[in-house]
C-alpha cells in the first residue's frame, strides 16, 4: 500500500454516514484502549461540535483525527483523537494526516493558535510541524503527555 493511494475527507459530524462513524468509533477504540491499555471516556462530548478529517483507502478507513474548535478543550483550536490504523503504519500518514489537520483548523479558525495534548514519545513529530512544549509532562490516563501550541505567524 502506498500513501498516495489514501483519499482525504473532512466532515462535520452530521456529514459522517453510520457505517464510517463506526468505523471511526472502531478504529480509536482498537488503538487508544485496546492497543494503548488505556481506559478512558472517548465520547467526551466534542465530537458533534468537531470537524472529522480522515483519509481512506478503497473504503477502509486508514487515519483519523479530530478538529476542535476553539473554546471547547481549549481557548485556541485543537487536534484530538490523532490515529493511525496498525495496517497503515510505516506509511507517513501521521505525519501528513497532522499537517492536513493544522491546514484545517489555520484555515478555518485563522484567529486562533492551536493547542494540543500530544503523547510525549511524539514530541519530535509535532515539533517539527511547528509545534512548542509549553508546560511539563503530565499524566493523563495513564500515558505522559505533553501540551503544545502552535501560534499562528
Not at 22 to 30: E, G, S, V
Not at 57 to 74: D, I, K, N, T
Not at 78 to 91: D, F, H, T, Y
Not at 114 to 137: H, N, P, S
Request: net charge negative; hydrophobic share 35%; glycine share 10%.
Amino acid at each position: 500500500m502506498k500513501a498516495d493511494s489514501v483519499q482525504w475527507h473532512c466532515r462535520g459530524f452530521d456529514e459522517l454516514d453510520p457505517a464510517l462513524l463506526y468505523q471511526i468509533m472502531q478504529l480509536r477504540q482498537q488503538v487508544f484502549v485496546v492497543e494503548q491499555n488505556c481506559v478512558y471516556q472517548d465520547l467526551d462530548g466534542l465530537d458533534p461540535a468537531s470537524h472529522h478529517l480522515y483519509g481512506q483507502r478503497e473504503g477502509q478507513l486508514m487515519a483519523y483525527l479530530r478538529c476542535v474548535p476553539p473554546g471547547l478543550s481549549y481557548s485556541q483550536s485543537s487536534l484530538g483523537r490523532i490515529v493511525v490504523g496498525p495496517e497503515a503504519r510505516g506509511l507517513k500518514l501521521g505525519r501528513e494526516l497532522v499537517q492536513r489537520g493544522i491546514d484545517h483548523n489555520l484555515a478555518t479558525w485563522p484567529q486562533s493558535d492551536i493547542k494540543i495534548g500530544a503523547q510525549a514519545y511524539l514530541e519530535k513529530l509535532y515539533t517539527d510541524l511547528g509545534f512548542r512544549v509549553v508546560g511539563d509532562v503530565y499524566d493523563e490516563d495513564g500515558i505522559p503527555h505533553l501540551k503544545m501550541i502552535l501560534e499562528q505567524k
